[in-house]
C-alpha cells in the first residue's frame, strides 16, 4: 500500500470543500437568476372589491361600449338574463345594449373575495339589480349569484370571467 505525504488528504478535503462551496454558491446565485423578476404585489380585498364597484358605475354610463371595455378581449361572460353565452367584444356589447335599457343599479348583499395573485383574483358573491321598466317607470329586483375572475393585463384589471345567475330559489 503507497502511503501519501502527510497533509494530501486535509489539502483533497480544503479543495473538495472549497469546490463544494462554489458549486452551492453557484447553484443559488443561478436560482435566483432565473427566478426572474420580483411578483406584483397582491391586491387588498377591499381594492378588488372596488372592481365590481368600478363596473356598477360604468353601467350608470348607459354606453355598453365603456362596460365592455372593462372586460378582457378574451372574457367570457355568463349573463344573468340571456341564455346565450358571450366570448368576445361584440357579444358582450350585444348583451350589456339590451341589459342597460333597464337601467340596472347593482348593489352586493354579500361577497367572498379571493385574492390568488399580483395579477389575479376572484370576487363571488350574491347582488341584486333594480331594474326600471323603460316604458312604465315600474321598479322591479332581480337578486343574483355572481363570480367575477379579474387579470391585471397591461397594468390594468380586467375582467375575465363574469357568470351571473338568478338565485334559484327566487
Known amino acids: 500500500m503507497t ?14 470543500v472549497a469546490t463544494a462551496a462554489l458549486v452551492a454558491t453557484g447553484t443559488v446565485a443561478a436560482g435566483v437568476s432565473v427566478a426572474g423578476p420580483e411578483r406584483p404585489a397582491k391586491p387588498s380585498k377591499k381594492q378588488v372589491t372596488a372592481l365590481f364597484d368600478k363596473w356598477n358605475a360604468t353601467l350608470q354610463t348607459g354606453d355598453p361600449e365603456k362596460v365592455a371595455d372593462l372586460y378582457a378581449d378574451d372574457a367570457v361572460l355568463l349573463p344573468t338574463l340571456s341564455n346565450k353565452i358571450r ?4 357579444g358582450i356589447v350585444d348583451y ?18 379571493n385574492v ?6 376572484i370576487d363571488t358573491g350574491v347582488y341584486e339589480f333594480t331594474f326600471t321598466d323603460p316604458k312604465t317607470g315600474k321598479k322591479s329586483v332581480t337578486k343574483a349569484r355572481y363570480t367575477y ?6 397594468g390594468e384589471w380586467k375582467i375575465v370571467n363574469h357568470h ?6 327566487g
Open 164 to 169: 351571473s345567475s338568478a338565485m334559484p330559489e
Open 3 to 16: 502511503r501519501r505525504p502527510a497533509g494530501t488528504s486535509i489539502r483533497k478535503r480544503a479543495a473538495l
Open 149 to 154: 375572475e379579474y387579470e391585471k393585463r397591461h
Open 87 to 90: 366570448t368576445d367584444h361584440a
Open 96 to 113: 350589456f345594449e339590451h341589459f342597460l335599457q333597464k337601467k340596472p343599479v347593482g348593489k352586493k348583499v354579500q361577497t367572498v373575495v
Open 116 to 121: 390568488l395573485d399580483g395579477n389575479s383574483a
